[in-house]
């Protein structure tokens, strides 16, 4: 199954929200929640997709050639590439009931891990999609990295039970969805998190700790006290807050401040293997990709996936033997054009 064969079926099956377009700019569905837009005027994941494009690549094949390595070492994993799928939460709702949350989790989970990737994976006020991805993340040797919702302490507390239990190898939790209108009011309450509540869910965690959703210096200073062991520079795509900057855009600053003492992901917009090598050359270590990944399993399951894995894994392979980097670690600012 090729990619493009891919979102063709997915174009069938996608529900009315989600146009299945051939890349994933944020323009067709711009503010359309339920659905995959944004909130607000709903520029903010269209920003993401540009800022990207904006930034060129400087080639230079006036280097050694050989074997380009995209392996990827984190928290004492090695992964094949930099590039991880990202949580996504209620996909019947935001993209039609061929799946839904426990699905979807099963087929990107176990597609992810035969690629030598890991999946995010969402949660949902529904407790059976934490359940049911801890267990898909553990049959997959921990493989997966489940993804919290800022909830009151009890709820998070009964959800890194979970997450222990199954072996994953990092926990994460996505601080922004305390943004989400449908996590307003809700029962557990989720939101805004103090620095010290956040540093008792990392120690009480025992687990690396990843804080998704982080997209100022300050902030990432917060996560680094409180004891993340990474951040993801995330604006939750446009769905938590109208009117952010992108990620490509604050990302150097965060390094800057943090990138020595921290993993430091990055996501939003970011489609190609082209700007996963961006993301590289301005200094994270790791990517993460989520609508597109949707996408790859409504239209062909864990085939679809794999397609989606391997276009990615081309493309990047072929960008740093262009740049004459051997390997991620050889990937520089200067390979790229701001
Ligand atoms: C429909 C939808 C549901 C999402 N659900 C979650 C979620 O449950 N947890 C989370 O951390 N992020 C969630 N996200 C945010 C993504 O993980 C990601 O941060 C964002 O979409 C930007 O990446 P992208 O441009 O590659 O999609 C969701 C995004 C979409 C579009």
């Not at 493009?4 to 146009?19: D, M, N, Q, S, W």
């Not at 952010?244 to 190609?272: F, Q």
Request: proline share 5%.
């Amino acid at each position: 199954m090729t990619y493009a064969e891919v979102i063709e079926h997915a174009r069938t099956c996608l529900g009315t929200y989600c146009k299945g377009c051939p890349e994933c700019n944020g323009r067709a569905c711009r503010n359309q929640i339920p659905g995959p837009g944004a909130k607000g005027v709903g520029d903010t994941a269209i920003r993401n997709y540009d800022k990207w494009k904006e930034i060129r690549i400087n080639m230079d094949t006036l280097t050694a050639g050989g074997p380009v390595d995209t392996a990827c070492q984190l928290f004492g994993r090695t992964f094949r590439y930099p590039f991880f799928a990202g949580p996504v939460g209620a996909v019947n709702l935001h993209y039609g009931d061929k799946y839904n949350d426990l699905t979807y989790n099963d087929v990107l989970v176990t597609a992810c891990a035969e690629a030598g990737i890991a999946a995010f994976t969402g949660d949902g006020t529904n407790p059976d999609v934490m359940t049911s991805a801890t267990k898909v993340i553990g049959q997959n040797g921990g493989m997966g990295i489940p993804t919290v919702k800022p909830w009151n302490a009890e709820t998070v507390c009964d959800k890194m039970n979970a997450v222990r239990a199954c072996h994953a190898f990092a926990a994460a939790m996505d601080v922004d969805a305390a943004g989400l209108p449908f996590l307003k009011n809700m029962t557990p309450p989720a939101g805004n998190k103090s620095m010290e509540e956040l540093r008792s869910i990392i120690t009480d965690a025992g687990i690396p700790f990843i804080v998704k959703g982080i997209m100022t210096v300050k902030g990432a200073c917060k996560a680094r006290e409180a004891g993340a062991a990474a951040i993801v520079v995330s604006n939750h795509g446009g769905r938590v807050l109208d009117q952010c900057p992108s990620t490509a855009e604050v990302l150097p600053e965060i390094v800057a401040a943090v990138g020595n003492d921290m993993k430091i992901l990055v996501d939003g917009g970011i489609r190609s293997g082209v700007d996963i090598f961006k993301a590289l050359a301005i200094g994270a270590d790791a990517v993460m990709i989520a609508r597109p990944f949707v996408t790859a399993v409504y239209g062909g399951g864990e085939e679809g996936v794999a397609a989606y894995i391997q276009k990615l894994a081309a493309e990047l392979t072929d960008t740093m033997s262009m740049c004459g980097a051997h390997s991620l670690d050889e990937i520089t600012p200067d390979m790229v054009r701001l």
